[in-house]
Structures are given as C-alpha cells and as structure tokens.
C-alpha cells in the first residue's frame, strides 16, 4: 500500500486555498461596480435638477425680455399713467393674463397700477382709493424697487426678479419682475413691473414635477429658493410667505400695511441646513448628503441656479430611493458571492476533515489529558506521521498519568499537613485571646479593690502629709500596672482589627487641660519646664475620638518626661485647613538622652526600646509607640520621631479632624460635687470589690444592697423596686449576662437600666454584654468620677 505523505496533503490544500484570490477579485469588481453605480445614479440625478433650472431660466428670461421692451416704449418712459395705461392693459390681455397688473413706481416710492388707483391723487395707489385725501402706498421697501430705482445710482437700464411678496392691494403672493425707466436724458425716472401672479409659480412647479420629479419616487420633495434666501416653493406650506395673523385678525406695520412672514434658509436652526443655502445662494450646482430632522434617514439634496432670477432650485431624495437600483445590484452580486463563497467552504470543510481527522483527535485528547482525562480514545491506526505522533502522545500520556499519581499523592500530604497547622495557628489565636480576655479580668479585679481603696483613702481628710503621700505613691504605682494591662491589650486590638474611633465634640482647651493634670506633677518632679502652645489657626474645638487622641499625646509626653533629666518638654500645636476639614500637628520636643540612630529603625516595633539600659533605668514595656503609631493612622494621619543621640528628642503626629462646636465645659461643677439619691442593687461576687463599690455608691449619696451572685441579684429584684442594677460578668451560680437575659425577659423590668462593672474589656465581652440587654459598660478598676457620670446618665431626675 502507497503512503500518502502529509506533505502531499498540504499541497492539495493548498491547491484549493488557491482560489481565494479569485474571491479577493470578485469582491474588488462587485465594490468598484456598485460604487459606479451610485456614481451614474448621482450624476443623472443633478441634470435633471439642472434640467428643472433650466425650466424655469426659460420662463423668467422671457418675462424678463417683455418687460425691458415694454419698459422702452416712449408712453412708459413719459411717466403718464394715464397715457400708458391703455397700452399696459393691452399688454396684459395679449399675454393671456401671464401678469396679474402691471405697476409704475416712481422715484418718491409712490405707484400706479392697472387695477385701480385714487382719481384725487393722479391714479395712484392709496390705503383708501375713494379718499381724495388718504395717505399713498409705498413701495420703497420692495426689493424691486430698491434694485432699479432707489440703489441706481449709475441710472443703468436694469431688470429685475424680486423676491416673493404678498401684494399691497390684492393681498396676495406674487413675484414682480420689473425694469428701469429711462427718459431721453438716460436719468432713470422711475419703474415698471410686471406682477407674476403665485399660480404662475405653481404652475411651473408642476411641470417640474411632471417632467422631473416623476423620474423619482413619490418620496422626492422640491424646494425653490430667492436670492435673498426665502422659500417660494417647500414641501411644508407654512414656510413659504403668508400673511401674519394673531387671534384671527391681521397684524399691520407702522403705517397701516399688513405684515408678512418670510423664512429663511440660511437661517434655519439645522446646521446643515444652514450649509446647503449658502451654497445656493452663492449660485452653485452640486449636491450634499444630510440627515431627514423628522425621520434621521440620510437624504441627498441636489442644487442647481436660475441665473436670471438668482433663484435656485433644489431636489430632496431619500437615498434608499436614489439608490435603489444600486442597492438591487449589490445584492445581485454579492448573492452570486455567498453562492461562491458557500461553495468554496464546503470543500474546504471537507477535505479539512478529511486530512485534518487525526491531528484533531490528538488535540481533543490534549485538551482531555490537561483537564485530567487519561482516557480520551486517539486514532493511532495510521500507518503515516500521523499514526506515529498518536502513538508517542498515548505514550507520553501514560508517562504522565504515573507520575501526576505520585504528585497528588505529595500534595494531599503536604495539604493535610497546611490544614493541620492552619488549625493549630487559629487555636492558638483563640487560646491568646482568651488569655488577654482572662487576664485582664483577673488583673483588673484585684486592682479595682485596690485603686478603689485607695481612691476613697485620698479623699479622707484626716490624713498626715506622710500618709496622703505613701497612699498618692500607692495610686500611681497602681494606675502604672493598669497602663501597663491596657497596653497589652490595646496592642491585641490593634492587631485584631477591633479598635472603633468614637467620635465626639470636645475643647481642645479641656484636652490639654485634662493632659497637663495629668502630666504637670510628673514634669514638676523632675525640675522640668512644661511648655504648651496651641497656634491661633488651631479650631477652638475639633471633632475626633478624644480618648484616643489623648492616649496617644500622653504617651508621647510622658516618654518625653521620662528620658529627660533636665531642661524642658515643649509641645507645640499647629493646623492646615485640607478641603473641609483640619490637619493638626503636634509636635513634643524635649532636651533628653535622644535615641541613637540605629535604634530608630525599629523604634515603632511593639515590645522595642532604645536599648536595654534604658529599659533597666527607665522601665516601660516598649509598646507605647507602636500603639501610638496604630492609634495615629486610625485618627488619619502619621507619626513621626527625629532624634540626635544626647541631644534630644522631637516626635511629631497629625491627624485630620472636623472643625467641632464649641462647649461651655465650665458648668457642672457644682453638679459633679452634689449628691445623687436613688437606689442602687450592685451583683458582685468579691468581697473586696464590694467594699469599695458600696463606699463609692455611698459617698455619692446613693442606697446600696448587695446581691453575691445572679440568682440572688433576681431575688433581690423580687423583693425591692430599684432604680439601677450595677451588673459584674462573672459570678457564681448565675453570671451576669445570664441574669441580665433573665431580667429584661421580666415586663416589670423591661426599663430598668443595668450597668455592667467588669474587668472584661474586650470587644467581643463589651459586645456581649448589650447584646445581653445591658445598657451601659463601666471597665474595672471604677473610678468615682466615672461612676458618678454613668449614674447621672442613666438618673437624670435624680442628681
């Protein structure tokens, strides 16, 4: 058996491809057939407007021809009417009523015409031809007249075709032709015209129409221009010269003449449009292809002059119309084209199967084997290239399949192993929040008693300085393990994504006021100079997170204090308007130990210091900065720390805050000092914390009970009316989240606000605790003033 080798295949192929030059031929002569086609549709299409032109270049040449001849005979030139109008009515008949009257202008403007006149006046026309005394007519605003007569100033044997007007006397349109009337000193005396009455223009534009416009179809519409640009002939009837009437009755001029409405071509609001009479007035012939404004259908507008008249006359054909015949033409060959081209595709296809079966088979087999199909069948009974390729590929393909079984054996194991270690990390996740969560509530609620404590102590009047001093350093020792707890777990928010601005009106006045109380003992001790200013362009009150603001403006102001052992801590406060709002910028100077240049890298690093001296002779976590860092971002700006080893220090944040309304802060002081009434159930479990919440509630002027547990604090409610519940999370027996479920479950509890007391200052147990039904959050260690205000709050009515 012969093999027929691939190659000779491809020839035969390519054999038959062959013929696409002879298609690239046949679609070359259809374009260049139809494009002369449309040009010979186009071209006939002008001479027949141009025969049209021609038409009525005829027409008026010889009305023009009679009225210069008439304007020469010696009983015109004499400027008798009454003498020449015998003639002139003559003329007339003989004419077969071609003129509807002729018209004698004078050079005053005055006119005489053979259908009439004022017998007082010397027949001239009057507004009232039966007063001796009425005022006379004018026909100095005719452009005929203007044309022989008024603008002659070379006294030129001119003849003229006037635009289209509507007669002073008859009141209705007609076309003047008129010529000059010379006297035998060739001094231009006065005008005759010839009034062409409007049935004479319809008259020619039917035979237009029968000669020309039947070559078309009825779609094709005719237009006739003057040569100042109005219509005389158009499809719309409302655009060609009519009377102006309002409200039934005629609108007159000035001196008694009715007012005609003319438009204009080159003064339509089509742009176009516009266009097209410009080049009509100009006396062009040619032809423009524009949109229909009512159906948006292309159209071609064919334009030719009058010369005699300065008229043009324009044709409007669809061009679906025009090129009708073109279009038959171009389907005709371009269906002998498909036919062809059918044919050709058909034998393509064919041997495409034909000598292509093969390689598209492996194809499909490689597509299978890439989406992980190994048992695609291939046509391999071949005895060509072709059957050889099928063979390797099933080759190839059993190659991969072993091979691709021992990699998805590999990453099931390395996948089961990155599962097993992703739980172990969220575990992890899990165990270390729980451990802040447990923490912090077990760090808090032993420092509530003792910040508690010692809080009431302070305000124990009876006190030695030694003692009042001993207790102060106990309360700042105290409140220094308490930053420490709320750094730990601010730095875990922070990472977590659970830190939420709240957002408040506040004095920047009562913010520093509150930072220097704070700060000034501090700085005060150690001999150093506090120094504060705020620039002018800083709001007197701004709009941002308080809390956090200050957090971040004392920390930085305390490490300033802390590394410095003499001289002074500045800061210094300045704004920039941005759009609607503020940026201000703080910046804290001092005159320090500084901080060496390779430490500053890492300086914003959580768990970081300078180095470990200082760690040993100042103390501190190194978490402060970070948070600063976090906490800045949050508030919408950046921070910033500058150093010179011994020389100092300058750290500098800004945030981007709203301009805020100002508050009188002032009042309330009296308020803050007075006594509350009411009575008060608290559930808490440590005998310590009760102590020092029972104290505080007391000196406040409230009536405290004290309920060990839930189940207790539900009793207590039983038995007793009360006007808030002081609510600890965990508890014996009964928790407070689940006595606060119990609790609003009750109607006769339904508005009894409860406050929650915890050392749970997490997101996720501040957000369990109202989800419970509380109403309020107070995080332990309490401080009095703090506990005053959530009572104020919550009893209004009775501070």
Known sequence: MVRMRLKVRLAAVLLVTSLLPLLVVFVLSVTHSTEQSRSLSIQGTLAQVSNAAALFERYFSNRKAEIALMARDPRVQSMDFVTMRPFLIDEKNRQNNVYEKFIVGTKDGSFHNTEGGNPHQQMKRTFDDTQPFSVQKTIKKRDYWRTTVGDNVGNRAITFVSDPMISYTTGVRQI?????????????VGLL????????????????????????????????????????????????????????????????????????????????????????????TGFTELKDADTDQLQHVFFAPIPSTGYSIAVVVPNHVMFEPVESLKQLLWGTFVVVLILVIALAVKLTVHFYAPIHSLTKAAKALSNGDFTYKIMSHRKDELGELSQ??????????????ELEKHVKERTQALEHATDQAQHAVQVKSRFLANMSHEIRTPLNGLLGMLELLQLQSKLDAEQAKLITMGASAGQHLLSLVNDILDISKLEEGQVELVIEDFLVSELLDDVLVML????????????????????????????????????LMSNAIKFTSRGSVKVIISARPEQQQHRVFFNVIDTGIGIKAAQLENIFLPFQQADDSTTREYGGTGLGLSICRELATLLGGTIEISSEYTEGTHATFDILVFEGDAKDESIGLAEAQSLLTGKVLVAEDNPINQMVISAMLNKLGMDVTIADDGVLALEELSLASYDVVLMDMHMPNMDGVEATKQIRRDARWGNLPIIATTANVLPQDIALCFSAGMDDHLAKPLQMAQLRRALVRWLPNKA
């Open 193 to 284: 015209g010839g009034s062409i009455p409007w049935r004479e223009i319809d008259r020619l534009v039917s035979r237009v129409q029968n000669k020309v416009m039947t070559l078309f179809s009825e779609d094709a519409r005719l237009m006739l221009v003057s040569h100042y640009g109005y219509y005389m002939y158009h499809w719309d009837p409302t655009k060609v010269i009519q009377l102006k009437k309002q409200n039934d009755t005629w609108v007159l001029n000035e001196i008694g003449e009715k007012v005609s409405v003319r438009l204009k071509i080159n003064e339509e609001k089509n742009e176009a449009v516009r266009a097209l009479g410009v080049k009509m007035l100009a006396g062009h």
């Open 176 to 188: 003047v032709v008129s010529a000059s009337i010379l006297n035998d000193k060739k001094k231009v």
């Open 392 to 405: 390797a590929f099933v080759k190839m393909r059993g190659q991969v399949y072993v091979r691709e079984s």
């Open 520 to 555: 000034q003992p501090l700085a005060t001790r150690k001999s150093l100079e506090l120094i504060v200013h705020c620039d002018d362009a800083v709001p007197t009150a701004i709009k941002t997170d308080k809390v956090r603001l200050k957090q971040v403006l004392v920390n």
